[in-house]
């Protein structure tokens, strides 16, 4: 074999280890009294791309000033800070949320069989959920203790008819009788195969282009300044 031909027989092994190679991602959340906090963590290729992004403070300001949202960029190992930035979402981000929702929507041919697609790719390898209630009263507080319960599970009954699972959900919910406490605890981690990322990726771009005017579209709501 010359040696082109080896070359292209290692770019044929390489292209197949990265389509067969995981993204791994890790959604966490916790309340605890008034301190929030919640960070996403992605890692590709056997770990050679690593991204961590994490909010540590949401700070309710008022009805008219929404909630101040400070955000940090941490290394992959999570123990030094490369940049921090400090925002707030009121109504009118909100707004303007919902109304690019909608744009991306009408923008993207069948979105929701796409989005439906997509789940059926994911595999979630881990997820747990605990929450501590207490309303002061106890008959107040099992009532509502019930009703988490009730919500928790339709959310992920819902969840789990699309997305594939390899573990056991953890869920607890604690009654806190006689006393007015919240927290919450939410972890996830879910992985796909780079080539379905690639793969879906591809159809999402397909359904755009399906749209009169889908790319433009797109174009502003990416990056249209707010």
């Not at 403070?57 to 123990?79: I, P, R």
């Not at 879906?200 to 749209?211: A, N, S």
Request: net charge positive.
């Amino acid at each position: 074999m010359t040696w082109w031909g080896w070359l292209l027989l290692a770019f044929i092994v390489v292209l197949s280890a990265a389509a067969l190679s995981s993204i791994q991602m890790q959604v966490f959340y916790s309340r605890m009294k008034d301190n929030d906090r919640f960070y996403f963590y992605i890692e590709a290729l056997y770990g050679l791309i690593k991204y961590r992004y994490e909010v540590p403070l949401l700070a309710f300001k008022g009805l008219f000033k929404g909630v101040e949202v400070k955000q940090e960029y941490v290394n992959e190992q999570g123990d030094r800070l490369v940049g921090e930035k400090t925002s707030s979402i009121d109504k009118d981000k909100i707004l303007e949320f919902f109304r690019k929702a909608k744009q991306a929507t009408q923008s993207t041919f069948h979105i929701k069989d796409w989005v439906l697609d997509m789940m059926t790719r994911v595999t979630c390898t881990k997820l747990s959920w605990n929450t501590r209630i207490g309303l002061g009263d106890a008959p107040e507080t099992a009532i509502v203790t019930g009703v988490i319960w009730s919500l928790k599970s339709s959310a992920l009954g819902y969840l789990f008819r699309h997305v594939k699972r390899c573990a056991t959900p953890k869920i607890q919910v604690l009654p806190m009788y006689n006393q007015i406490h919240f927290s919450t605890e939410f972890s996830c981690i879910a992985q796909i195969r780079l080539g379905h990322a690639i793969f879906v990726g591809l159809l999402f771009l397909i359904r755009i282009l399906k749209v009169k005017g889908g790319i433009k579209a797109w174009q502003s709501i990416l990056f249209k300044a707010s």
